[in-house]
Structure formats: structure tokens, C-alpha cells
């Protein structure tokens, strides 16, 4: 009997455990990527933005297909995919991933599943350069995304370039001439830059062409957690029998991205990590440089601001209705829009909307700025100017003194006490906002950061430096605020 039960048991557990790892090998892969200008890759539907679609959204299907195991999507942001995966936020990271040595550092890779080259497209008009050592030698400005292979090699062969934090901001500046050409993976530039491909989802900009044949080989592949080998097995077990059946080629062609080369994906591919990380006297003039950007955008944006913010709080005061109504609006407007949203439409909207017109990146980033924070320090003026009793309007009439002459001797001095303390927050404020600058490929001193650490430099150190700087160039602003405070508020 005791026989019996002990062998009901252990059945039990046995059938308890397959039911477990059953279950476990069910559970859904989440896969991290990014849908935002993500053409060809994954992107959300034209016709229906709710869902996502690319050639990399049909290779997870058919390869959770293999694998027996749903596959999740999951919108993350392309710079911090690997970051994610190595917190645990997502289980794999596929969007277009160079495998680089710099990268197996961090995680590992499957076998590849697409090979892909480097390809320059330039204006259609374009006859100063045919390739980029010409470029070089012409001091010429190429474009790329930032984080990929295109970005690591203009860095080494020391060409002028310009990094964006998408893949669409290049084409569209070299459109609008802000920059000479650009370097992308070939999938990309088929999706923006070659108007001869007929493809469904088209982003190609008018006025551009190919320059050269594609060159620079690489290879895209998933990215997993380093120990978790066993994911790694699994993985690579299903892109093997998707390349033997056939069934990745047909992904592939249908977004128009199978090429000759595709057939090396049945070699076996061995690639090694790199050295040595960045060391401290590598990365800290960089950062000093891009403290530099940082600071002069600070103060000249906030002079733009002091002029716009003390026009506006005039006008708003002492104007004929139609230029207060003008002021009030001004005021709502900019304070009401995000300043993510004013540079973007500074920066690319405008120039599209004026052919010919070639804004530099820290001039468009100084207007929005300054039309965003003059809004903000219109109304401290306007409170300051307020603060003052009227008598000293009337005491400075009684004596003879016109209007203009009594707000720039009398009025305007004693409204400083009360609006500098404001004013010297606002600029801490600017300061630190400067960050989201980036958008639009100006490097100040937060872009410079996560430049360097997706160049192999570590986190750590470059994050405790970099926050060092910060804390260098802000703190005095915070003693000048509330010294400014004690010495010209008003004595009680």
C-alpha cells in the first residue's frame, strides 16, 4: 500500500512538473522595438495605425511559429532597447540590430537573419561628391541615425556627420539641404531614397538618388540577455529551419529586401566582442565641449526670451486692444505647446513650408526657446511691472515726466526687485531643458552622453561625469537665484 501511494505521488509530481514547464514554455516572448519611423522594420499601419506591421513583425510570427511560443510586441525606444533587455523589460530586442562587437559586450545574438550594407544617397543635383572619401575631402556633412554601424563608420574615417534620433529627420533635412548626403542601411534608404522601387509603403522623398554602389557589410540578428542560453538555442534553432524551409526568403521578398547576398545566411557567422571600454581622458573633453553647446544655447535662447517676454508684458499692458489681444494669444500659444512639438515644427515644418529656407539646428533651437520661455517671462514681467502702485505713475506726471521716460527711470527698476528671483529660476528651468534639443542633431551635452555610451563607453562613468557637469554649470545659477532673492526682493 505505502508502495502505491509513493508511487502515486511521484507521479503526480512528475505530471506537475511537465505541466509546469508546459506552461513555462508557452509563456510569450516580449519583444522590445521601436514603431516610430520604423519603415521598413516595424511600423504601425498607414490604414490602420492600431497595428503594427514590418518584415521583422512577419519574422517574429513565423518564428513564434516554430519556436511554439507567442511572441509580444512591445513599443520601446530604438537607444535604450539594449538597456531594457538587460534590466529584464523585454525578453528580446529586434529592430534592425547591428550585430557589433560593441554590442556583444553587453548581450548576445542569434545567427543572423538579414545581411545588410551601407548605402550614400545624395540630391538629385549632387556633383561635388560621388563617395565619401570625397565627402571627407570636401568637408561635406553626412547624415545618419545615431546607435548604428553608418554612425561608427563616418566616426572612424573621420567624416563630417550630423546624428539624428530618427531615420527620417536625415532625408528630410538633406532634402531641405541642411546637410550634404546621407548614410544608411540599405533597407532604409530603399524606404526613403529610391524612387525607383514601387513599394507599398513608400517614404521616398522627391529630389534624391542612390551615390554609389552599397557597401559595408553587417548582419541584423536578436539580441537576448547573455546567460539565457537556452533562449538563445531556441531562437536560433527556428531562424535555421525558417531559412531551410524557405520561409524567410519569402518574408524577405516581399518587402522587396532579398538580395543575392541573403544566400551567406546559410554560412556560419563567428563574431567577437571588442577590447577595452572609453577611457576617462577619451570621453571628457566631449563632454566638456558639450557642456560648451549647452551653456551658450542657455544664455543666448533666454536673452532672445528677456527681449520677447519684456515686448509682450508691454504690450499686453499698455497696447490698443488689437495688440493685447495679440500679446494675450502670444502668452496662450507658446505656453501651451509642448517645446518638443515647437522644434519640430521650427526645424522641419517651417523650412517645408518656405522652399529654400536652410535653418541651422542651434538657430532654430534658440527661436523656439526663446518664443517658448518669452511667453513665461512675459507674464513674470508683467506681474513685476504690476506690483508697482500707480502713484508712481501719478507722482512722476505730476512732475512733468512722460510715460516712456517714467517706466524706463522709475517703474522698470523698482519692478526688477520683484521680477529677477523668477527670471534666475526660469534660467535654471532653460538650462536643464536644453536636453530635448537633440531631436533636431544638436549636440549639447546630454546627446553627447548618450553618444558616448553607445560608443562602448560604460554607463557609470560617463553618467557620474556627465551629471558632475550638470551639477558644475547649475548650482552657481541656484546660489545666484537666491541671492538675488535676499538682495533684491522687497525688505520686510
Not at 182 to 207: E, F, R
Not at 391 to 412: C, D, H, K, V
Amino acid at each position: 500500500m505505502k508502495q502505491t501511494l509513493l508511487a502515486f505521488l511521484l507521479l503526480g509530481t512528475f505530471l506537475g512538473a511537465a505541466n509546469s514547464a508546459r506552461a513555462q514554455s508557452k509563456k510569450p516572448l516580449i519583444w522590445g522595438g521601436d514603431t516610430d519611423g520604423g519603415f521598413p522594420y516595424v511600423f504601425a499601419n498607414p490604414t490602420n495605425p492600431d497595428e503594427v506591421i514590418g518584415f521583422e513583425m512577419d519574422l517574429a510570427k513565423a518564428l513564434a511559429e516554430e519556436i511554439g511560443r507567442p511572441i509580444e510586441f512591445k513599443q520601446r525606444q530604438f537607444d535604450s532597447l539594449l538597456a531594457d533587455l538587460e534590466r529584464g523589460d523585454i525578453d528580446i530586442a529586434m529592430n534592425g540590430l547591428e550585430i557589433t562587437p560593441k554590442r556583444l559586450q553587453r548581450v548576445a545574438f542569434t545567427r543572423p537573419y538579414y545581411i545588410y550594407q551601407l548605402q550614400l544617397v545624395a540630391r538629385a543635383d549632387e556633383k561635388r561628391f560621388q563617395n565619401l572619401d570625397e565627402a571627407k575631402a570636401k568637408g561635406l556633412t553626412i547624415g545618419t541615425l545615431g546607435s548604428t554601424a553608418a554612425e561608427e563608420l563616418l566616426k572612424v574615417q573621420n567624416v563630417n556627420y550630423k546624428s539624428y534620433d530618427d531615420q527620417q529627420g536625415p532625408y528630410d533635412d538633406l532634402v531641405q539641404r541642411a546637410i550634404d548626403g546621407v548614410l544608411m542601411d540599405v533597407p532604409i534608404a530603399i524606404y526613403y531614397a529610391a524612387p525607383d522601387k514601387h513599394l507599398k509603403y513608400s517614404q521616398v522623398k522627391p529630389g534624391l538618388k542612390f551615390l554609389g554602389p552599397s557597401f559595408a557589410d553587417g548582419y541584423y540578428g536578436i539580441a537576448v540577455r547573455p546567460g539565457d542560453q537556452k533562449l538563445l538555442e531556441e531562437l536560433n534553432g527556428g531562424i535555421d529551419r525558417l531559412l531551410k524551409s524557405g520561409k524567410l526568403q519569402k518574408i524577405l521578398q516581399k518587402w522587396n529586401l532579398w538580395t543575392h547576398d541573403q544566400y551567406r545566411l546559410y554560412e556560419n557567422v563567428e563574431i567577437v566582442a571588442a577590447g577595452s571600454e572609453m577611457r576617462f581622458g577619451d570621453y571628457v573633453p566631449l563632454l566638456i565641449k558639450g557642456a560648451g553647446v549647452t551653456v551658450l544655447l542657455t544664455l543666448v535662447s533666454f536673452a532672445l526670451a528677456v527681449i520677447l517676454g519684456l515686448i509682450v508684458a508691454v504690450a499686453r499692458m499698455y497696447g490698443p486692444a488689437p495688440v493685447r489681444w495679440l500679446a494675450i494669444g502670444y502668452v496662450e500659444f507658446f505656453r501651451g505647446i509642448p517645446v518638443l512639438l515647437l522644434l519640430y515644427f521650427i526645424y522641419y515644418g517651417i523650412p517645408a513650408i518656405v522652399p529654400g529656407l536652410k535653418l541651422d539646428p542651434f538657430l532654430a533651437a534658440v527661436i523656439g526657446f526663446g518664443l517658448n520661455y518669452g511667453a513665461y517671462e512675459a507674464e513674470i514681467y508683467r506681474a513685476g511691472i504690476s506690483s508697482i502702485p500707480r502713484g508712481q505713475w501719478e507722482a512722476a506726471a505730476s512732475l512733468g515726466m512722460p510715460a516712456p521716460l517714467t517706466f524706463r527711470r522709475i517703474i522698470l527698476p523698482q519692478a526688477i526687485r520683484v521680477i529677477l528671483p523668477p527670471m534666475t529660476s526660469d534660467l535654471v528651468a532653460l538650462f536643464k531643458d536644453t536636453s530635448v534639443v537633440s531631436i533636431i542633431a544638436v549636440v549639447e551635452l546630454s546627446k553627447q552622453y548618450q553618444i558616448l555610451t553607445k560608443s562602448g563607453g560604460g554607463y557609470l562613468q560617463i553618467g557620474l561625469t556627465t551629471a558632475a557637469l550638470y551639477l558644475i554649470m547649475s548650482v552657481p545659477l541656484g546660489y545666484l537665484s537666491r541671492y538675488l532673492e535676499q538682495s533684491w526682493g522687497h525688505k520686510t
